[in-house]
């Protein structure tokens, strides 16, 4: 399977998962917090480490199924997976600093150009 078809595939499957997942969550509890984005983010996490790690060990994934599975599936399932596993990969590495800089700018970039859509939005 090529990369493409394996990304496509990927991100089509990943994208139908965080829709079911994250209206199913809503349904069940309600929308008073974000609970369906909190299962998708968390799951999501836990599938891209178990992928991490399953293709660095056990089950060595080509390419082509590190595309689909992660790249595809978790790219469109939750970015946010991909964001804690680059992180994690500058902590393993010894960059804890660059780890923390990490978690700031993007959280701290991420609000700030939200709210500057958000202006540019109501002009």
Do not use: W
């Amino acid at each position: 399977m090529s990369a493409l078809i394996g990304l496509t595939l990927g991100s089509i499957a990943g994208g139908f998962a965080r829709y079911f997942l994250a209206g199913g969550m809503y349904r069940a509890v309600g929308t008073g917090f974000p609970y369906g984005t909190l299962a998708v983010n968390v799951s999501g996490c836990f599938l891209i480490g178990l992928f991490d790690s399953l293709a660095q060990g056990k089950l060595p994934l080509t390419h082509e199924a590190r595309i689909l599975l992660m790249t595809g599936f978790c790219g469109a399932f939750t970015t946010f997976s991909a964001f804690i596993l680059e992180t994690s990969n500058l902590i393993k590495a010894g960059e804890g600093a660059r780890a923390a800089g990490n978690i700031a700018a993007s959280l701290v970039l991420g609000f700030l150009f939200f709210k500057l859509g958000d202006l540019l939005g109501r002009v």
